[in-house]
Every structure is written in structure tokens, then in C-alpha cells.
């Protein structure tokens, strides 16, 4: 059986980087047969704007030429967390809360009708059947700190869409141990 993973990096930093040294070791050890790299920091990802808030809530038989090229990028992000059977997300923490580049990951894949839908009940997440595992990284802000804004956010906006199934490792944790495994 084929396992793929979406390997996504959000730190700034392509050299020295702890979230990234420690997101790559979860994807070597994984025994993934295709791998699915989206690095945040390799080319920035759009703010949403105007047109795009107002697209994202068209139904698709009624979007312009613009519309459909506005979403493209909302899409394709979308389209490589359906194809993952596990997503693998590198998160440093700066200033005590997201990189400003997985924000922007997130608004791109928030889609009502598309990534979640409203019901009788409340919202309901279309994203599902998938596990995320998320390599945390920072100067000081250990996960579920008081002042960790990073590591809840997170977890709320994936299970809103439907990825409840998320753990959240120390990634100083994590390269250690794959450097005593390589030792």
C-alpha cells in the first residue's frame, strides 16, 4: 500500500532550522512511498483579499475566468492534503504564535463548502481520515506553555477542517533521537 505524506516546512530559515531538521527526520523514518513537499518559506503564499473572500464563497458554475485563477493556488494546496494519507508540518514558533506563512497556509485551505461545511449542528470538518504530525520548534516556548498561542491555534483551525488527528512532538526531541539512531 502506498503511503504518502505532505511534508510542509514554515520556518524562515532553510539553514540551522530545528523545525526543519526535525519535520525531515519524521518523513525519513516514515516508510513513505511518495513524499509531497510544500516548503512555506520558498515562495510566499498570497494574504487573502477581497476577491478571494468573495470567490471562496461562489459556487464554482458561477466563478469568472478570474475567480478560477484567483482559487488555483487555494486548490492545489487543498489537493496535496487529499492526496496525503499523513501531513508532517515543521512549526517554529515566533513570537508566540504562527509564522505568518502558516497562517497564510491555512486561510488558503479554509474553504467552506470545500475543506468544511456548516450544518444543524455546528461546522463539520470535510478534511478527514488523515494524520498530522506536527514537529514544534522554538526559542523557549514549550508546547502547551501558557504563552504557546501556536501549538492550540494550530490543532483548532486543522480539526475545524477536519484533521482531528494531530500530535504535536518537540523537535529538539525528535533530532536527538534520530541522531542517536544514525550513530
Not at 483548532?156 to 518537540?170: C, E, P, Y
Amino acid at each position: 500500500m502506498t503511503k504518502t505524506i505532505l511534508h510542509i516546512d514554515a520556518s524562515a530559515r532553510t539553514d540551522g532550522s530545528v523545525s526543519r531538521a526535525a519535520s525531515a527526520a519524521i518523513v525519513a523514518n516514515s516508510g513513505a512511498t511518495r513524499v509531497i513537499r510544500r516548503d512555506l518559506a520558498a515562495g510566499a503564499l498570497p494574504q487573502v483579499d477581497a476577491h478571494w473572500v468573495t470567490a471562496r464563497m461562489m459556487a464554482l458554475n458561477e466563478h469568472t475566468a478570474a475567480d478560477t485563477a484567483k482559487m488555483a493556488l487555494s486548490d492545489a494546496l487543498i489537493a496535496e492534503i487529499e492526496a496525503a494519507d499523513t501531513i508532517v508540518i515543521g512549526l517554529p514558533i515566533y513570537n508566540f504564535g504562527l509564522p505568518a506563512a502558516l497562517k497564510a497556509w491555512l486561510d488558503l485551505i479554509a474553504r467552506p463548502g470545500v475543506t468544511f461545511r456548516y450544518t444543524a449542528s455546528g461546522p463539520q470538518g470535510l478534511l478527514s481520515g488523515k494524520k498530522v504530525i506536527v514537529a514544534v520548534a522554538s526559542g523557549g516556548t514549550p508546547i502547551g506553555a501558557p504563552m504557546d498561542f501556536a501549538t492550540p491555534h494550530l490543532n483548532f483551525v486543522l480539526g475545524f477542517v477536519g484533521l482531528s488527528d494531530v500530535s504535536f512532538v518537540w523537535a529538539p526531541d525528535v533530532t536527538q533521537t534520530a541522531e542517536r539512531e544514525a550513530a
